[in-house]
Protein backbone atom coordinates (compact mmCIF):
# COMPACT_ATOMS: atom_id res chain seq x y z
CA UNK A 1 0.00 0.00 0.00
CA UNK A 2 2.88 2.06 1.05
CA UNK A 3 4.39 1.71 -2.28
CA UNK A 4 1.19 2.40 -4.49
CA UNK A 5 0.91 5.75 -2.05
CA UNK A 6 4.16 7.02 -3.06
CA UNK A 7 4.16 5.74 -5.91
CA UNK A 8 1.41 8.07 -7.10
CA UNK A 9 3.04 10.99 -5.47
CA UNK A 10 5.86 10.94 -7.68
CA UNK A 11 3.81 10.66 -10.83
CA UNK A 12 1.77 13.37 -9.39
CA UNK A 13 4.27 15.91 -8.80
CA UNK A 14 8.01 14.58 -9.58
CA UNK A 15 9.31 14.61 -6.24
CA UNK A 16 9.67 11.91 -3.12
CA UNK A 17 7.61 12.35 -0.26
CA UNK A 18 7.53 11.80 3.40
CA UNK A 19 5.37 9.24 4.13
CA UNK A 20 3.19 8.64 7.35
CA UNK A 21 0.47 6.35 8.53
CA UNK A 22 -2.04 5.84 11.22
CA UNK A 23 -4.23 2.71 12.06
CA UNK A 24 -8.40 2.12 12.26
CA UNK A 25 -9.37 0.91 15.24
CA UNK A 26 -11.70 -1.82 16.91
CA UNK A 27 -13.60 -1.19 20.45
CA UNK A 28 -13.61 -4.08 22.18
CA UNK A 29 -15.91 -2.66 24.59
CA UNK A 30 -17.30 0.60 25.95
CA UNK A 31 -19.62 2.05 23.29
CA UNK A 32 -21.36 5.57 23.39
CA UNK A 33 -19.38 6.22 27.02
CA UNK A 34 -16.26 8.31 25.68
CA UNK A 35 -18.68 11.47 25.32
CA UNK A 36 -20.12 10.74 28.94
CA UNK A 37 -16.74 10.86 30.23
CA UNK A 38 -16.51 7.13 31.02
CA UNK A 39 -14.09 4.16 29.93
CA UNK A 40 -13.80 3.03 26.61
CA UNK A 41 -11.24 -0.16 25.66
CA UNK A 42 -9.96 0.14 21.93
CA UNK A 43 -7.10 -1.60 19.89
CA UNK A 44 -5.58 -0.19 16.89
CA UNK A 45 -5.51 -2.52 13.86
CA UNK A 46 -3.61 -3.52 10.60
CA UNK A 47 -5.65 -1.64 8.86
CA UNK A 48 -4.45 2.25 7.83
CA UNK A 49 -4.35 5.27 5.93
CA UNK A 50 -1.22 5.94 4.44
CA UNK A 51 0.04 9.99 3.94
CA UNK A 52 2.72 10.56 0.85
CA UNK A 53 3.20 14.42 1.44
CA UNK A 54 5.51 17.32 0.94
CA UNK A 55 5.34 20.85 1.46
CA UNK A 56 5.88 22.99 -1.17
CA UNK A 57 6.97 26.54 -0.78
CA UNK A 58 3.23 27.86 -2.35
CA UNK A 59 0.10 28.67 -0.01
CA UNK A 60 -1.83 26.32 -1.98
CA UNK A 61 -2.39 22.83 -1.03
CA UNK A 62 -3.08 20.09 -3.60
CA UNK A 63 -4.89 16.83 -2.28
CA UNK A 64 -5.40 13.78 -4.21
CA UNK A 65 -7.58 10.37 -2.75
CA UNK A 66 -5.97 7.76 -4.15
CA UNK A 67 -9.25 5.54 -3.80
CA UNK A 68 -11.50 7.76 -4.54
CA UNK A 69 -9.70 9.15 -7.90
CA UNK A 70 -10.57 12.75 -6.69
CA UNK A 71 -8.50 15.57 -6.20
CA UNK A 72 -8.74 19.15 -4.91
CA UNK A 73 -6.64 22.00 -5.02
CA UNK A 74 -6.77 24.49 -2.01
CA UNK A 75 -5.86 28.24 -0.96
CA UNK A 76 -4.59 27.62 2.46
CA UNK A 77 -5.32 31.28 2.86
CA UNK A 78 -9.26 30.64 2.94
CA UNK A 79 -10.21 27.41 4.81
CA UNK A 80 -13.67 26.63 4.23
CA UNK A 81 -16.10 23.49 4.29
CA UNK A 82 -15.91 21.26 0.97
CA UNK A 83 -18.99 20.17 -0.75
CA UNK A 84 -17.18 16.98 -1.41
CA UNK A 85 -17.14 15.31 1.99
CA UNK A 86 -13.38 13.78 2.19
CA UNK A 87 -11.48 17.26 2.24
CA UNK A 88 -13.24 17.88 4.94
CA UNK A 89 -11.69 15.89 7.57
CA UNK A 90 -8.16 17.62 6.32
CA UNK A 91 -9.46 21.06 6.09
CA UNK A 92 -11.00 20.61 9.65
CA UNK A 93 -6.95 19.94 11.04
CA UNK A 94 -5.82 22.62 9.34
CA UNK A 95 -8.29 24.75 10.81
CA UNK A 96 -7.87 23.33 13.97
CA UNK A 97 -3.85 24.29 13.65
CA UNK A 98 -4.72 27.62 12.71
CA UNK A 99 -6.72 28.43 15.22
CA UNK A 100 -3.86 27.73 18.08
CA UNK A 101 -1.48 29.75 15.73
CA UNK A 102 0.11 27.16 14.18
CA UNK A 103 0.44 27.97 10.26
CA UNK A 104 0.49 25.20 8.02
CA UNK A 105 2.15 25.50 4.89
CA UNK A 106 1.16 24.72 1.32
CA UNK A 107 1.98 21.10 0.36
CA UNK A 108 1.12 18.28 -2.14
CA UNK A 109 -0.16 14.94 -1.02
CA UNK A 110 -1.71 11.59 -1.92
CA UNK A 111 -3.11 9.37 1.06
CA UNK A 112 -5.10 6.19 0.77
CA UNK A 113 -5.65 2.79 2.53
CA UNK A 114 -7.95 -0.28 3.34
CA UNK A 115 -10.19 1.15 6.15
CA UNK A 116 -13.63 0.37 4.44
CA UNK A 117 -15.30 3.76 5.08
CA UNK A 118 -18.33 3.57 6.45
CA UNK A 119 -17.74 0.24 8.70
CA UNK A 120 -17.36 1.50 11.98
CA UNK A 121 -13.42 0.94 12.27
CA UNK A 122 -12.90 4.67 12.13
CA UNK A 123 -11.44 6.23 8.78
CA UNK A 124 -12.04 9.92 9.46
CA UNK A 125 -10.26 9.74 12.60
CA UNK A 126 -7.18 7.84 10.86
CA UNK A 127 -7.38 10.77 8.07
CA UNK A 128 -7.69 13.08 10.62
CA UNK A 129 -4.86 11.34 12.71
CA UNK A 130 -2.55 11.02 9.84
CA UNK A 131 -2.54 14.48 9.00
CA UNK A 132 -2.33 15.98 12.29
CA UNK A 133 0.80 13.96 12.94
CA UNK A 134 2.77 14.62 9.48
CA UNK A 135 2.23 18.52 10.30
CA UNK A 136 3.31 18.14 13.49
CA UNK A 137 6.57 16.48 11.84
CA UNK A 138 6.83 18.60 8.32
CA UNK A 139 6.90 21.97 10.35
CA UNK A 140 8.25 21.26 13.97
CA UNK A 141 5.44 22.49 15.72
CA UNK A 142 6.41 20.30 18.63
CA UNK A 143 3.07 19.90 19.76
CA UNK A 144 2.32 17.19 22.39
CA UNK A 145 0.49 13.89 21.71
CA UNK A 146 -2.09 14.62 23.94
CA UNK A 147 -2.83 18.18 21.80
CA UNK A 148 -2.57 16.28 18.80
CA UNK A 149 -5.41 13.96 19.67
CA UNK A 150 -7.39 16.54 20.69
CA UNK A 151 -6.81 18.67 17.74
CA UNK A 152 -7.72 15.57 15.31
CA UNK A 153 -10.47 15.41 17.56
CA UNK A 154 -11.82 18.87 17.39
CA UNK A 155 -11.41 18.72 13.32
CA UNK A 156 -14.27 16.27 13.44
CA UNK A 157 -16.68 17.80 15.84
CA UNK A 158 -15.78 21.56 14.60
CA UNK A 159 -15.11 21.31 10.98
CA UNK A 160 -17.31 18.04 9.76
CA UNK A 161 -20.09 18.11 12.56
CA UNK A 162 -20.00 14.89 14.54
CA UNK A 163 -19.81 15.88 17.97
CA UNK A 164 -17.73 12.63 18.62
CA UNK A 165 -15.94 11.67 21.97
CA UNK A 166 -12.02 11.21 22.00
CA UNK A 167 -11.71 7.47 21.94
CA UNK A 168 -11.14 7.33 17.88
CA UNK A 169 -8.43 9.37 17.52
CA UNK A 170 -6.84 8.53 21.11
CA UNK A 171 -6.20 5.46 19.93
CA UNK A 172 -4.86 6.13 15.98
CA UNK A 173 -2.04 8.14 17.61
CA UNK A 174 -1.29 5.81 21.04
CA UNK A 175 -1.91 1.98 19.73
CA UNK A 176 0.34 -0.70 20.94
CA UNK A 177 0.65 -4.49 19.11
CA UNK A 178 -1.51 -6.71 20.95
CA UNK A 179 -2.40 -4.87 23.56
CA UNK A 180 -5.45 -2.64 23.50
CA UNK A 181 -5.78 0.36 26.15
CA UNK A 182 -8.47 1.27 28.59
CA UNK A 183 -8.76 4.55 28.26
CA UNK A 184 -10.72 6.88 31.18
CA UNK A 185 -11.83 9.41 28.80
CA UNK A 186 -12.54 12.13 31.97
CA UNK A 187 -8.63 12.07 33.16
CA UNK A 188 -7.42 10.86 29.84
CA UNK A 189 -4.94 8.07 32.31
CA UNK A 190 -5.04 5.09 30.23
CA UNK A 191 -3.38 1.39 30.56
CA UNK A 192 -2.78 -0.72 28.11
CA UNK A 193 -3.63 -4.67 28.51
CA UNK A 194 -2.65 -7.36 26.44
CA UNK A 195 -4.69 -8.88 24.33
CA UNK A 196 -4.15 -12.59 24.22
CA UNK A 197 -7.42 -14.51 23.45
CA UNK A 198 -5.85 -18.07 23.81
CA UNK A 199 -7.82 -20.51 20.96
CA UNK A 200 -9.79 -17.81 19.65
CA UNK A 201 -9.49 -14.57 17.52
CA UNK A 202 -11.32 -11.18 16.69
CA UNK A 203 -13.45 -11.67 13.64
CA UNK A 204 -15.30 -8.26 12.62
CA UNK A 205 -18.21 -9.19 10.30
CA UNK A 206 -19.67 -6.15 8.32
CA UNK A 207 -22.98 -5.55 7.18
CA UNK A 208 -22.16 -3.21 4.51
CA UNK A 209 -24.63 -1.10 5.69
CA UNK A 210 -23.13 2.48 5.66
CA UNK A 211 -23.66 4.00 8.87
CA UNK A 212 -23.70 8.11 8.88
CA UNK A 213 -22.80 9.13 12.29
CA UNK A 214 -23.82 13.07 10.91
CA UNK A 215 -27.17 12.17 10.05
CA UNK A 216 -28.12 13.39 13.36
CA UNK A 217 -28.51 10.30 15.56
CA UNK A 218 -24.99 10.36 16.83
CA UNK A 219 -25.30 13.85 17.92
CA UNK A 220 -28.89 13.05 19.45
CA UNK A 221 -27.98 10.64 21.65
CA UNK A 222 -25.48 13.02 22.74
CA UNK A 223 -27.72 15.11 23.90
CA UNK A 224 -30.20 12.91 25.75
CA UNK A 225 -27.62 11.86 27.72
CA UNK A 226 -26.64 15.73 28.58
CA UNK A 227 -30.17 16.02 29.58
CA UNK A 228 -29.69 12.81 31.70
CA UNK A 229 -27.14 14.66 33.86
CA UNK A 230 -29.51 17.60 33.97
CA UNK A 231 -31.98 15.53 35.83
CA UNK A 232 -29.97 13.46 38.07
CA UNK A 233 -28.03 17.21 39.51
CA UNK A 234 -31.09 17.94 40.71
CA UNK A 235 -31.29 15.31 43.28
CA UNK A 236 -27.19 14.66 42.65
CA UNK A 237 -25.96 18.25 42.43
CA UNK A 238 -21.93 17.15 42.81
CA UNK A 239 -22.27 15.18 39.69
CA UNK A 240 -21.03 16.38 36.28
CA UNK A 241 -21.47 13.34 33.67
CA UNK A 242 -22.69 10.14 33.90
CA UNK A 243 -19.73 9.23 34.65
CA UNK A 244 -19.94 10.01 38.32
CA UNK A 245 -23.47 7.86 38.51
CA UNK A 246 -24.16 4.63 40.01
CA UNK A 247 -26.80 2.28 38.78
CA UNK A 248 -28.69 2.76 42.34
CA UNK A 249 -28.56 6.52 42.22
CA UNK A 250 -30.13 5.90 38.59
CA UNK A 251 -33.34 3.40 40.06
CA UNK A 252 -34.06 5.67 43.10
CA UNK A 253 -34.87 8.78 40.63
CA UNK A 254 -36.10 7.02 37.89
CA UNK A 255 -39.91 8.61 38.16
CA UNK A 256 -38.40 11.71 37.10
CA UNK A 257 -37.50 10.60 34.03
CA UNK A 258 -39.04 10.36 30.58
CA UNK A 259 -38.05 6.95 29.80
CA UNK A 260 -35.95 7.68 26.65
CA UNK A 261 -33.88 9.50 28.83
CA UNK A 262 -33.70 7.36 31.25
CA UNK A 263 -32.98 4.20 28.93
CA UNK A 264 -29.98 6.05 27.57
CA UNK A 265 -28.33 6.98 30.87
CA UNK A 266 -29.03 3.61 32.01
CA UNK A 267 -27.00 2.14 29.11
CA UNK A 268 -24.20 4.38 29.37
CA UNK A 269 -23.77 3.47 33.15
CA UNK A 270 -23.97 0.02 32.88
CA UNK A 271 -21.56 0.25 29.76
CA UNK A 272 -19.18 2.05 32.24
CA UNK A 273 -19.44 -0.84 34.79
CA UNK A 274 -18.75 -3.51 31.70
CA UNK A 275 -15.66 -1.92 30.81
CA UNK A 276 -14.11 -2.12 34.05
CA UNK A 277 -15.58 -5.77 34.40
CA UNK A 278 -14.06 -6.82 31.28
CA UNK A 279 -10.61 -5.45 31.83
CA UNK A 280 -10.59 -7.73 34.85
CA UNK A 281 -11.82 -11.22 32.95
CA UNK A 282 -9.53 -10.69 30.20
CA UNK A 283 -6.34 -10.17 32.46
CA UNK A 284 -7.40 -13.05 34.14
CA UNK A 285 -7.59 -15.24 30.75
CA UNK A 286 -11.37 -15.48 31.68
CA UNK A 287 -12.33 -15.59 28.21
CA UNK A 288 -15.36 -16.84 28.79
CA UNK A 289 -16.76 -14.13 30.72
CA UNK A 290 -15.13 -11.58 28.63
CA UNK A 291 -17.29 -12.48 25.76
CA UNK A 292 -20.25 -12.45 27.90
CA UNK A 293 -20.17 -8.80 28.51
CA UNK A 294 -20.08 -8.62 24.96
CA UNK A 295 -23.66 -9.69 24.38
CA UNK A 296 -24.38 -7.54 27.36
CA UNK A 297 -23.25 -4.79 25.88
CA UNK A 298 -24.98 -5.31 22.35
CA UNK A 299 -28.63 -5.64 24.45
CA UNK A 300 -28.51 -2.45 25.62
CA UNK A 301 -27.11 -0.74 22.64
CA UNK A 302 -29.85 -2.52 20.73
CA UNK A 303 -33.11 -2.02 23.42
CA UNK A 304 -31.74 0.59 25.64
CA UNK A 305 -29.60 3.26 23.39
CA UNK A 306 -31.57 2.00 20.32
CA UNK A 307 -28.17 2.69 17.99
CA UNK A 308 -28.47 -0.50 16.42
CA UNK A 309 -30.09 -1.96 13.42
CA UNK A 310 -31.49 -5.15 11.96
CA UNK A 311 -28.76 -6.26 10.10
CA UNK A 312 -26.48 -6.32 13.35
CA UNK A 313 -28.67 -7.57 15.57
CA UNK A 314 -29.57 -10.28 12.83
CA UNK A 315 -25.68 -10.87 13.16
CA UNK A 316 -25.45 -10.58 16.77
CA UNK A 317 -28.21 -13.40 17.62
CA UNK A 318 -27.50 -15.80 14.78
CA UNK A 319 -23.73 -16.05 16.31
CA UNK A 320 -25.15 -16.42 19.76
CA UNK A 321 -26.36 -19.79 19.09
CA UNK A 322 -22.95 -20.60 18.02
CA UNK A 323 -21.08 -22.72 20.52
CA UNK A 324 -17.76 -21.27 18.74
CA UNK A 325 -18.78 -17.76 19.15
CA UNK A 326 -18.30 -16.32 22.88
CA UNK A 327 -18.78 -12.90 22.51
CA UNK A 328 -20.72 -10.37 20.06
CA UNK A 329 -21.65 -7.12 19.84
CA UNK A 330 -22.02 -3.90 17.60
CA UNK A 331 -18.68 -1.89 17.08
CA UNK A 332 -18.43 2.26 17.10
CA UNK A 333 -21.13 4.84 16.23
CA UNK A 334 -24.20 2.29 14.77
CA UNK A 335 -27.26 2.06 12.63
CA UNK A 336 -24.49 -0.06 10.26
CA UNK A 337 -20.96 -1.11 9.96
CA UNK A 338 -19.57 -3.86 11.97
CA UNK A 339 -19.73 -6.80 14.51
CA UNK A 340 -16.81 -7.67 16.49
CA UNK A 341 -17.08 -11.21 17.82
CA UNK A 342 -14.44 -13.70 19.89
CA UNK A 343 -14.63 -16.95 17.61
CA UNK A 344 -12.54 -20.44 18.34
CA UNK A 345 -9.97 -20.59 16.15
CA UNK A 346 -10.57 -23.77 14.38
CA UNK A 347 -14.11 -23.07 14.18
CA UNK A 348 -13.47 -19.52 12.36
CA UNK A 349 -13.90 -20.78 8.61
CA UNK A 350 -17.01 -23.10 9.32
CA UNK A 351 -18.46 -20.15 11.30
CA UNK A 352 -18.00 -17.95 8.49
CA UNK A 353 -19.61 -20.03 5.90
CA UNK A 354 -22.68 -20.36 7.89
CA UNK A 355 -23.54 -16.91 9.07
CA UNK A 356 -22.85 -15.51 5.17
CA UNK A 357 -24.71 -18.05 3.88
CA UNK A 358 -27.83 -17.25 6.65
CA UNK A 359 -27.24 -13.63 6.10
CA UNK A 360 -27.27 -14.03 2.15
CA UNK A 361 -30.64 -15.45 2.62
CA UNK A 362 -32.12 -12.91 5.02
CA UNK A 363 -30.53 -9.60 2.88
CA UNK A 364 -29.92 -11.33 -0.45
CA UNK A 365 -26.00 -10.04 0.22
CA UNK A 366 -23.15 -11.76 1.61
CA UNK A 367 -21.93 -9.49 4.92
CA UNK A 368 -17.83 -9.39 4.72
CA UNK A 369 -15.65 -10.50 6.76
CA UNK A 370 -12.35 -9.21 8.61
CA UNK A 371 -9.78 -10.75 10.56
CA UNK A 372 -7.94 -7.98 12.78
CA UNK A 373 -4.65 -8.08 14.21
CA UNK A 374 -3.48 -5.32 16.63
CA UNK A 375 -1.08 -3.15 15.37
CA UNK A 376 0.52 -0.21 16.33
CA UNK A 377 -0.42 3.97 16.46
CA UNK A 378 0.71 6.12 14.21
CA UNK A 379 3.69 6.50 12.84
CA UNK A 380 6.35 7.64 10.06
CA UNK A 381 7.64 5.17 7.40
C1 LIG B 1 -17.76 6.92 17.05
C2 LIG B 1 -17.14 8.14 17.72
C3 LIG B 1 -16.47 7.78 19.04
C4 LIG B 1 -17.40 6.96 19.94
C5 LIG B 1 -18.05 5.82 19.15
C6 LIG B 1 -19.09 5.10 19.96
O1 LIG B 1 -16.76 6.03 16.65
O2 LIG B 1 -16.20 8.75 16.88
O3 LIG B 1 -16.03 8.94 19.70
O4 LIG B 1 -18.35 7.77 20.55
O5 LIG B 1 -18.64 6.27 17.96
O6 LIG B 1 -18.51 4.47 21.04
Known amino acids: MENKIAQKFIELYHTKPAIFKAPGRINLIGEHTDYNDGFVFPAAIDKAIVLAIKLNNSNKARLYAYDLKSELEINLDKIEKNNKEWPNYILGVIDELQKRGFNVNGFDCVFGGDIPLGAGLSSSAALETVF ?31 KCGIMDQFISFSGKKDKAIILDCKTLEYEYKDVDLADYSIVLIDTLVKHSLASGEYNLRRQECEKGVEILKQFYPKIYSLRDVGIEQLEKVKSHFPEIIYKRCKYVIEENKRVQDAGGFLESADIENFGQKFFESHEGLSKLYEVSCTELDFLVENVKKQDAVIGARMMGGGFGGCTINIVKNSQKEAVKTLIGENYNQTFGHFPKFYDVKIEDGVKSI
Not at 146 to 154: A, Y
Open 132 to 162: TFAFNKLHNFNINFKEMITISQMAEVNFVGV
